[in-house]
C-alpha cells in the first residue's frame, strides 16, 4: 500500500472525530480518494455489493447508502441494475464526487447518529460501508439507520474488529439483538483490511447483515 494512504489514514485517526477537521480532511481527500481505496487491496466495497446482491434482490428497491464518502459502492451497485440509491455523508467533496458518478437518486448533507434527518420507515435496505468506525460516527448510529429503516429491511455494514471491541459497537449491536430490535441473518469471515499495509497489517473487518424486526 503507498505511504501517501497510510499517511492519510494516520491523519483521519489523528483528528480524534473532530467533525471539522475530519470534514475538512475528507474534503481535500476527495480527490484521490477513489484510486488510494482500490490500490489499498481493501475488499469491502466488493463484499458489501456482493452482500446487498444476495439480500436485496429487487434493484428498484430504496437503498439508504448511509456516509456515502465519493460513491464508490453506489457506483457499483449502480452497474448491477440498482436504481433508487439515496446517499447521505457529511463532506461537501465527498458528496461532490459522489454526485459526479450519476448514481445516486438523491444525495444529502448528513451526518449518521441517533437521529437521521430522513422519514422513519422510508427504506427498503440501509447500508452503511466503511464509516462505522473510530471517529467517524457513534454507535448510536445504529439507532439511527434502524429507525429510517422498513419493518423487515436489511441493514448491512462493514465494522472493524476495535470498533466492536473497544468502540461500544458490540454493545450497542447486542443490546439491540437482545431487545428484539433485530436480528443477525448473515455475516463474513474478518478480512484483513488494507492487506498491503505494513502498518495497518493487523487491522480486521468484516460485514454483517441484521434484519430490522417487523
Known sequence: MSQKLESWLDAVYETEGDRGQLDGLYDEWARTYDQDLWASGNPYIALMTGMVGRHVPDTAARILDGGCGTGNMAQLLHQ???????????????????????????????????????????????????????????PESLDG?????????PI???ISKPAVEEGGFGDKMSALEQSGAWTLIDRTAPFRTYPFSQEYADLRHWISVYRKAG
Do not use: Q, R, W
Not at 467533496?93 to 422513519?120: F, N, Q, R, V
Open 145 to 153: 439507520l434502524l429507525e429510517v429503516a422498513k419493518p423487515g429491511a
Open 80 to 138: 448491477f441494475g440498482y436504481s433508487n440509491i439515496v446517499g447521505i455523508d457529511a463532506s461537501d467533496g465527498m458528496l461532490a464526487a459522489a454526485k459526479s458518478k450519476g448514481c445516486y437518486t438523491e444525495l444529502h448533507k448528513l451526518l449518521l447518529g441517533e437521529k437521521i434527518d430522513l422519514p422513519a420507515n422510508s427504506f427498503d435496505a440501509v447500508t452503511a460501508a466503511g464509516v462505522l468506525t473510530h471517529g467517524h460516527a457513534p
Open 156 to 158: 448491512i455494514f462493514s
